[in-house]
T-cell receptor
């Protein structure tokens, strides 16, 4: 069975600080990996995704994530956060050929102006 | 175009009553998902539909939960004899039929069981 763990449940940063949110998954086969974001009062929406190819994936709003197969990781990064990045971030995994997507517990990011 | 819509947006019910939650997916999306989001629990997968069929019902918490989808479009999630632990936000998402396609989420139904 696939599972996802997010290491940080609540992160507080000052504006312009760098961000890295950890995500590890457990599944030995082919995976599709996602980061979703939920801004306050808004729907969950896709931030970025990895299916194949370049393991460094760039998403919206300056976010990027790197798929490291040997570490079963897909950490989310942003060099300089803004107050508007305050949101809850969810890592998700879907094993190839199977529609079920498993989400992590989420990380609440609070950016202080 | 229109996104995923869910109704009602909020539902307060008494313990023991049945509730029905509705999801209207994006037109043309054949895959539809239901999740439950509880405080501190993240997103819990409940069930997904490919067309009108549900290949995986393993996420439904108990036999009080059921879901159906008709016409490859609207889906309803029914919770019978609600319990207080059913209180949560129920999210619906839809995607194209392809493997691992991006899911588009609705606003959710906030259910409170008193």
């Amino acid at each position: 069975a696939q599972s996802v763990s997010q290491h940080n449940h609540h992160v507080i940063l000052s504006e312009a600080a760098s961000l890295e949110l950890g995500c590890n998954y457990s599944y030995g086969g082919t995976v599709n990996l996602f980061w979703y974001v939920q801004y306050p009062g808004q729907h969950l929406q896709l931030l970025l995704k990895y299916f194949s190819g370049d393991p460094l994936v760039k998403g919206i709003k300056g976010f990027e994530a790197e798929f490291i197969k040997s570490k079963f990781s897909f950490n989310l990064r942003k060099p300089s956060v803004q107050w508007s990045d305050t949101a809850e971030y969810f890592c998700a995994v879907n094993s190839g050929g199977y529609q079920k997507v498993t989400f992590g517990i989420g990380t609440k990011l609070q950016v202080i102006p | 175009g229109a996104g995923v819509s869910q109704s009602p947006s909020n539902k307060v019910t008494e313990k023991g009553k049945d509730v029905e939650l509705r999801c209207d997916p994006i037109s043309g999306h054949t895959a539809l998902y239901w999740y439950r989001q509880s405080l501190g629990q993240g997103l819990e997968f409940l069930i997904y539909f490919q067309g009108n069929s549900a290949p995986d019902k393993s996420g439904l918490p108990s036999d009080r939960f059921s879901a159906e989808r008709t016409g490859g479009s609207v889906s309803t999630l029914t919770i019978q004899r609600t319990q207080q632990e059913d209180s949560a936000v129920y999210l619906c998402a839809s995607s194209l039929a392809l493997d691992g396609e991006t899911q588009y989420f609705g606003p959710g139904t906030r259910l409170l069981v008193l």
